[in-house]
């Protein structure tokens, strides 16, 4: 399965009326992080589609970036976390620092 998969996936739950959760937008990240050139418009995806601003939801978005190459994005992010102070867990720090 790869990207597109999933995100025909994502659509049809939206068709059976199914609401996406974080869970459902953190393995919607985790997926795009599997084909990078796909992760700007999977998190893009998770934005417009309202994920709600949680602790897991943003720490999957840093550890996303940061494994990927978009340690800009990544720092970027993760400055906004200390901002609003979130809350971000041992792996998302190891992947900043790789």
């Known amino acids: 399965m790869d990207f597109q998969d999933a995100e025909k996936l994502f659509d ?9 959760n974080n869970i459902t937008f953190s393995t919607l990240i985790d997926c795009a992080m599997l084909c990078p050139i796909r992760l700007s ?8 589609m309202g994920a709600s601003r949680t602790e897991f939801t943003c720490s999957a978005m840093v550890y996303a970036y ?6 800009d994005m990544a720092l970027k992010l993760y400055d906004r976390a200390k901002l609003e102070a979130w809350r971000l867990d041992a792996v998302t720090f190891s992947a900043l620092i790789r």
């Open 66 to 71: 940061a494994l990927t190459g978009s340690a």
């Open 12 to 20: 049809e739950m939206l068709q059976r009326g199914v609401q996406p």
């Open 41 to 48: 418009i999977g998190l893009r995806r998770c934005r417009v």
